[in-house]
T-cell receptor, first 113, second 116 residues
Framework: AQSVTQPDIHITVSEGASLELRCNYSYGATPYLFWYVQSPGQGLQLLLKYFSGDTLVQGIKGFEAEFKRSQSSFNLRKPSVHWSDAAEYFCAVGALDAGKSTFGDGTTLTVKP | DVKVTQSSRYLVKRTGEKVFLECVQDMDHENMFWYRQDPGLGLRLIYFSYDVKMKEKGDIPEGYSVSREKKERFSLILESASTNQTSMYLC???????????????FGAGSRLTVL
């Protein structure tokens, strides 16, 4: 069965600092990987996705993520965080033979002025 | 842009009441999903549907049912609400092939249900 682990429940960074949110997945074959962001009071919005090809993928709002098969990881990064990036971030994995995604428990990002 | 609309943002119900949560998408998507979101537990899939009148159980279907009479509408039903069903409910849709894990989900804004 597929699963996703986001080790950090809560992360605080200063505005302008770099950010890395960790995601580890468990799946027997090449997974489909996603990062979603949820602003307060809103639904989730897709930041980026990895299906195949280049292991470094670019997303919206200046985010990127790198797929590392050897580490079963798909960490999200941003070089300079803005106050508007404060939100909850979810990593998700989709399996080839199932039409549903499995989500991690989420990481809440707080941005200090 | 695809829009997924959940008719009620906030509901307060009493234990034992029947509750309907409605979700409508406007881009002719094949697939629709209901998730439940609780702090520290992420999103858990309740039910999903790949076609009209079709439904599949997700990871936590107990205490819930669904209805999909029209392609654009997917309803979540709590036959007899209980306090442990107090939660945020998120509806989502996608257009990818039903058996593909490459489902990019478009979410509604959520329905926060409180059961007293």
């Amino acid at each position: 069965a597929q699963s996703v682990t986001q080790p950090d429940i809560h992360i605080t960074v200063s505005e302008g600092a770099s950010l890395e949110l960790r995601c580890n997945y468990s799946y027997g074959a090449t997974p489909y990987l996603f990062w979603y962001v949820q602003s307060p009071g809103q639904g989730l919005q897709l930041l980026l996705k990895y299906f195949s090809g280049d292991t470094l993928v670019q997303g919206i709002k200046g985010f990127e993520a790198e797929f590392k098969r050897s580490q079963s990881s798909f960490n999200l990064r941003k070089p300079s965080v803005h106050w508007s990036d404060a939100a909850e971030y979810f990593c998700a994995v989709g399996a080839l033979d199932a039409g549903k995604s499995t989500f991690g428990d989420g990481t809440t990002l707080t941005v200090k002025p | 842009d695809v829009k997924v609309t959940q008719s009620s943002r906030y509901l307060v119900k009493r234990t034992g009441e029947k509750v309907f949560l409605e979700c409508v998408q406007d881009m002719d998507h094949e697939n629709m999903f209901w998730y439940r979101q609780d702090p520290g537990l992420g999103l858990r899939l309740i039910y999903f549907s790949y076609d009209v009148k079709m439904k599949e159980k997700g990871d936590i279907p107990e205490g819930y049912s669904v209805s999909r009479e029209k392609k654009e509408r997917f309803s979540l039903i709590l036959e007899s609400a209980s306090t442990n069903q107090t939660s945020m409910y998120l509806c989502a849709s996608s257009s990818d092939r039903a058996t593909s894990g490459a489902n990019v989900l478009t979410f509604g804004a959520g329905s926060r249900l409180t059961v007293l």
